[in-house]
């Protein structure tokens, strides 16, 4: 399954919830911003992104992983309402 999900990194924190919900899930993240895709377990990749701006989140695994890392975005208040 791939789910595409939108996020808003609107602090430090959030960055940081967001790197430790994408390091502990079974999922791969792609992340992206205009034309350029990153890990989204990576530190130094996003960094490279403009994180001023919602970013476009591919979740890709089976059902049930994808659905915990959407809901713990959700309850981190990262998910972008677009």
């Known amino acids: 399954m791939e789910k595409c999900v939108t996020v808003s990194l609107k602090n430090n924190q959030n960055l940081k919830e967001f790197l430790s919900i994408n390091s502990k899930s079974h999922c791969d993240i792609d992340v992206a911003s205009g ?3 990153i890990d989204g377990k990576s530190l130094l990749g996003l960094l490279s992104l403009d994180l001023m701006s919602p970013l476009k989140v591919f979740l890709i695994g089976d059902t049930e992983k ?4 959407e809901k713990q975005y959700r309850s981190s ?4 309402e677009v």
């Open 66 to 69: 994808v659905s915990a890392v």
């Open 77 to 80: 208040d990262i998910i972008a």
């Open 35 to 37: 034309h350029s895709f």
